[in-house]
């Protein structure tokens, strides 16, 4: 059984810096792609970055492509997102989330079929 657990998230004043760990059982993350999403209160749940099993990266948009950064290891079967000069709009819970990598057919939320309890990031102005 997969089982994806997030930790990391906080309080951060904005600029600042968060590095949030997805702890992976039950798969290989070399295996998956994994993805980080957000869902801020009153909002849809986004696509923030993911990571492919070669170890190719995406992410949403070119201001997170900058600022957002995710790495695995395998060794630790985690995944981890770090994000630097941290804004007030990126106030969320953060999700980690795997689909097989032979299932993968987007970034839309409702193609991944593993998801974690998610952590909350707030970032103060």
């Known amino acids: 059984q997969v089982h994806l657990v997030e930790s990391g998230g906080g309080l951060v004043q904005a600029g600042g810096s968060l590095r949030l760990s997805c702890a992976a059982s039950g798969l290989t993350v070399s295996d998956y792609r994994i993805g980080w999403f957000r869902q801020a209160p009153g909002k849809e749940r986004d696509f923030v970055a993911a990571i492919r099993p070669d170890g190719g990266t995406t992410y949403s948009t070119d201001s997170e492509k900058g600022r957002f950064t995710i790495s695995r290891d395998n060794a630790e079967n985690t995944i981890y997102l770090r994000m630097n000069s941290l804004k007030p709009e990126d106030t969320a819970v953060y999700y980690c989330?795997?689909?097989?990598?032979?299932?993968?057919?987007?970034?839309?939320?409702?193609?991944?079929?593993?998801w974690g309890q998610g952590t909350q990031v707030t970032v103060a102005s």
């Open positions: 989330a795997a689909v097989p990598n032979r299932f993968y057919r987007g970034h839309d939320p409702t193609y991944w079929n593993n």
